[in-house]
């Protein structure tokens, strides 16, 4: 006898939702634990460290570049970029370079401007200063610490026009191949877009090998339809060991969603017609993913975006949006 006939009909939609509920708490179980296995919450390894370095530093930084920074500020801040200094030495001094540059740096602005009142300083830390090696060349870093006129700070920008212009594109050129200078022009300005505490934590892997994509394609499930035309794939990471607190376990999607949105308008920018193509993966399409060695265990998937040349005639959905009121409040 089926197991339908002996259940009440009644008690179908609970089991319905009971199935749900299931589901989305093996989803979220399987974020937790994705958050606590990649994030740098109970980590002391080279990661941790350069992201420990970089927010420090940038603590440091954006402490000097209020109005009046308190003479004195920052002492914990400045306790552990010296104890993370030292943890730095461990690892491989070329992949911790840029950090501990720029860290070094900031301890450079940080003691400059402390020069007539280092008396606020623990002697300690200004000792350790002191000791450190290559003071003089973290001015190779590419950190400074600016000002600029009211006039030099704004261009003049067309960005109205890269908004209302952009649309998501499904029909490409499948003629046309995408250089590395081509990739790298794309992405440049991209790095510029803000993530927190400057933890630049995002990635992007292009990809442009023709079954490549189309095996990636089948993981993802709102390409039905133009899957066979699309010539490039580009995948937006995050990568979670650039977190440190609980409360980050939503930030990789933020800072990530605002490098995708960036590398979007610089398509447009440079002429490429793009569709960013939603990571809503169930925990199979998200596990499988990592078994083509694209992406490393500790980054999370922010989106899929397709893009290529655009044919001659470009034809896009409408997509009208809701009239401007629905989007704002103002509390005057
Ligand atoms: C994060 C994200 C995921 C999306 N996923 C898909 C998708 O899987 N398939 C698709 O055809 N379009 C996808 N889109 C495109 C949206 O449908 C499109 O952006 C929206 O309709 C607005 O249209 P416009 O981009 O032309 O302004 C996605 C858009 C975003 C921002």
């Given at each position: 006898m089926s197991i339908k006939k002996v259940i009440p009909k009644a008690i179908f939609p609970f089991l319905k939702n009971i199935k749900d509920y299931i589901n989305f708490i093996n989803h979220a179980l399987y974020d937790f634990n994705r958050f606590i296995k990649y994030s740098s919450i109970f980590k002391n390894d080279s990661d941790s460290v350069i992201t420990w370095l970089m927010q420090d530093s940038h603590r440091i930084e954006k402490g000097l570049s209020l109005k009046n920074p308190k003479k004195g500020f920052g002492k914990d801040v400045l306790?552990?970029?010296?104890?993370?200094?030292?943890?730095?030495?461990?690892?491989?001094?070329?992949?911790?370079?840029?950090?501990?540059?720029?860290?070094?740096?900031?301890?450079?602005?940080?003691?400059?401007?402390?020069?007539?009142?280092?008396?606020?300083?623990?002697?300690?830390?200004?000792?350790?200063?002191h000791s450190l090696e290559n003071t003089k060349n973290a001015t190779s870093s590419n950190s400074e610490h600016v000002s600029k006129n009211i006039t030099e700070y704004f261009g003049d920008y067309k960005f109205d026009d890269l908004c209302f212009d952009r649309a998501s594109v499904r029909q490409f050129d499948l003629s046309k191949s995408i250089s590395k200078e081509e990739i790298e022009a794309l992405i440049e300005p991209v790095i510029k877009t803000p993530s927190v505490c400057n933890r630049q934590h995002c990635r992007v892997k292009i990809i442009t090998e023709k079954n490549l994509v189309l095996d990636l394609l089948k993981l993802q499930n709102g390409n039905r339809g133009f899957t066979e035309d699309?010539?490039?794939?580009?995948?937006?990471?995050?990568?979670?060991?650039?977190?440190?607190?609980?409360?980050?376990?939503?930030?990789?999607?933020?800072?990530?969603?605002?490098?995708?949105?960036?590398?979007?308008?610089?398509?447009?920018?440079?002429?490429?017609?793009?569709?960013?193509?939603?990571?809503?993966?169930?925990?199979?399409?998200?596990?499988?993913?990592?078994?083509?060695?694209?992406?490393?265990?500790?980054?999370?998937?922010?989106?899929?975006?397709?893009?290529?040349r655009p044919l001659e005639t470009i034809s896009f959905a409408k997509s009208p949006r809701k009239s401007l009121k629905n989007f704002y409040a103002m509390y005057e």
């Open positions: 306790v552990r970029i010296f104890k993370n200094l030292q943890l730095a030495k461990n690892f491989d001094s070329n992949r911790m370079a840029e950090s501990v540059d720029y860290a070094i740096f900031a301890l450079g602005l940080y003691f400059n401007y402390h020069k007539d009142s280092l008396n606020l300083i623990d002697p300690k830390l200004v000792e350790a200063y699309i010539p490039a794939l580009a995948i937006v990471t995050s990568d979670i060991s650039f977190f440190v607190k609980p409360e980050e376990r939503n930030q990789a999607f933020v800072d990530g969603g605002m490098f995708a949105m960036s590398l979007l308008y610089s398509m447009q920018n440079k002429g490429f017609v793009a569709c960013p193509l939603n990571w809503s993966a169930n925990i199979k399409n998200d596990k499988a993913l990592y078994k083509f060695n694209i992406l490393e265990n500790k980054e999370s998937v922010i989106m899929f975006i397709a893009f290529g």
